[in-house]
């Protein structure tokens, strides 16, 4: 790697001239000076290779990505492996180029901040590892990341948002629902019991075979649900939300997706046609899918309000509801979460849409917010390890379930 090879010559053998030669390589400039804290924020979670530099004031200097999405609908989701090698190959250069972009060089970085849990393990590996050797080459405090803090903090970027807050994060491989309490203070209130809204709605728009319809084949399978959904009508099909006598805060996507397969499955027998061709009713299973899906995640997240007014965990009059992750993107949902908020008198945040998905800039954030809270921050980096799966907070879902909140009717009209 160009940036690990040079740099690491630069350091074992210092001189001025060969760092100086580093430094013109990225259009640095090395005496300039910077009077904030300057973060280098690496993502590699999942399928998303991102670096951004942030300063402590929220300006984003300079920012890249590599988009896996194009090569990951050919072959009808993400391998594992697939993206481990998409991430070796481009991490160095997304680096670089957020480094160029930025005007900043190495040494003026207060820390380097990388996404370490949960995720893809291959993936996250790719991230550590690159930012460990930059750590150590560059002499510079390391802050590992959690996915999730991340996604739960990017508002703070956009908007001027107090603690406490509550965060609903929905994506293609989270469901959650917590209350923010402080920078790495989080009580968990609930979360998926099996798979997350985004993966679920991948699955679906595969099994229909949008990456064959004309309108949605260049587009991610929730893209292609939440495009396809406006022509269709909702009513057509009856798909009852799923855990409707639970009352808890947990979500549940499988067996609501298992019911729309065999759905699918029928209506190709009726239509006579064969799996991978596009049912004509196609749009009315993605709207129906979409609202169904809607119901359920506005339904936890009325409890989840409700739960922590009841015990002044939120503000009575002027609690903030934070919606993030990449199904946040999806406006039929924010409109579904909107007239629960309306019901409740509370306040709907979504960051803007680039940042609802994976990014540098949000782990850049997250560093920033720990280096200016004191927490966190390694200057030995012995013994870090990724870690594939990893809770968010304090686990409190058990207290909201026996609290058995009673969730008031609302009419979904979107």
Known sequence: MLILTKTAEVFSKPSK????????????????????????GIETSCDDTAAAVVDETGNVLGEAIHSQTEVHLKTGGI?????????????????????????????????????????LALSLGVGLSFSLKLVDQF???FIPIHHMEAHALTIRLTNKVEFPFLVLLISGGHCL???????????????SLDIAPGDMLDK????????????????????AIEH?????????????????????????????????????????KEEGIEKGQILSSAADIAAAVQHTIACHIAKRTHRAI???????????????????????????????????????RCTLLCPPPRLCTDNGIMIAWNGVERLRAGLGILHNTEGIRYEPKCPLGVDISKEV??????????????
């Open 401 to 414: 379930g026996e609290a058995a909140i009673k969730v008031p009717r609302l009419k979904m009209k979107i």
């Open 139 to 141: 002499r510079k405090p």
């Open 79 to 119: 391998i594992p492996p697939v993206a481990q090698q998409l991430h070796r190959e481009n991490i160095q250069r997304i680096v670089q180029e957020a480094l160029s972009a930025s005007n900043i060089s190495p040494s003026d970085l207060s820390a380097i901040a990388t996404t370490v849990k949960p995720g």
């Open 177 to 191: 629902l917590a209350l923010v309490r402080g920078v790495s203070d989080f009580l968990l209130l609930g979360k």
């Open 228 to 268: 396809l959904a406006k022509q269709g009508n909702k009513l057509h099909f009856d798909f009852r939300p799923p855990m409707q006598r639970a009352k808890n805060c947990d979500f549940s996507f499988s067996g609501l997706q298992h019911i729309v397969d065999k759905t699918i499955m029928q209506k190709e």
């Open 204 to 223: 679906v728009a595969r099994r229909l075979s949008l990456i064959k319809h004309p309108e949605c084949s260049a587009m991610s399978g929730g893209k």
């Open 306 to 344: 409700l739960f922590c007014k009841q015990r002044d965990l939120l503000c009575q009059s002027n609690a903030v509801l934070v919606v993030s992750g990449g199904v946040a993107s999806n406006l039929y949902i924010r409109e579904a979460l909107e007239i629960v908020t309306d019901a409740t």
């Open 17 to 40: 001239r060969k760092l100086y030669e580093v430094l013109r390589h990225f259009n640095f400039h090395p005496r300039k000076l910077f009077l904030h804290k300057l973060v280098l």
